[in-house]
């Protein structure tokens, strides 16, 4: 009987430990993002391991996020950044539309629900500062929309801006990708669609302002979730469409 399946679990249970290692290593230092780790001859020895066995679980580390490599400086605890996680998302939404759409769906899901459920703590917390930042992004977006241009920058900008004031850099990161999936699974059902109704969608985020504008959570909460209906309605057409092939 071959071996070989037993070998590759061995492997793979050696890399882990190793990641695992590293990262323990990290944490027990005190080591913030940007700093320097140890060298790759300083890991080898301190961990037992050969280079190769070190490079590989750095290439791990680094698709993870964990960890930034420089040519000529070294390796370095990674910056904030959830690369990793946009990409699997953004990939796992794609594949989805090929068959039902469960994932892209779910991953709607997950947008609205985190927009809805802080819509109103960053109502409590926004400032006349964001409220002019948001203003001038909306103005821009009508401005786009008269000449039926599209607006995807502005459109970002616009959910960024409207949860800073919650003050929390991961849920702005987390955004930010949700935002950036949400965008592929769009372009992937319909690449024009974004260029169809400008001005309809400049309006609702004029709307969804005017509602943060009156502190009005409940009207806020409604206009948000109500954004969301477009892409549903699309992934629920593309999901019959697949059943009537399949059938």
Do not use: C
């Not at 680094?62 to 953004?90: C, P, W, Y």
């Not at 930042?133 to 909306?138: G, N, R, S, T, Y």
């Amino acid at each position: 009987m071959s071996t070989l399946p037993a070998r590759r679990s061995d492997a793979r249970a050696r890399l882990h430990a190793l990641t695992n290692d590293i990262t323990s290593l990290i944490l027990e230092r005190g080591l913030l993002p940007g700093d320097p780790l140890p060298t790759e001859q300083e890991l080898m020895a301190e961990l037992g391991v050969g280079r190769n066995s070190l490079r590989e679980a750095v290439k791990v580390l680094q698709a993870l996020g964990i960890v930034d490599t420089r040519h000529g400086f070294g390796m370095f605890v990674a910056k904030e950044n959830l690369n990793a996680l946009h990409e699997s998302l953004a990939f796992r939404g794609q594949m989805s539309l090929r068959h039902h759409g469960h994932e892209a769906t779910e991953l709607v899901d997950v947008r609205q629900a985190l927009e809805t459920g802080l819509i109103g703590l960053a109502i409590r917390a926004v400032t006349e500062e964001h409220l002019d930042a948001l203003e001038k992004v909306v103005v821009a977006m009508e401005e786009r929309a008269a000449r039926n241009e599209t607006f995807v920058e502005e459109d970002k900008a616009f959910h960024r801006i409207l949860f800073e004031p919650l003050d929390n850099q991961l849920l702005t990161n987390l955004l930010g990708v949700f935002w950036d999936v949400y965008r592929t699974i769009y372009s992937a059902i319909d690449p024009d669609l974004a260029v169809t109704h400008p001005v309809k969608t400049a309006q609702d985020h004029r709307d969804i302002l005017n509602a943060v504008k009156d502190r009005d959570v409940d009207t806020a909460r409604k206009l948000i979730s109500e954004h969301f209906q477009g892409i549903r309605a699309l992934l629920e057409n593309r999901r019959l469409e697949h059943d009537a092939k399949a059938n």
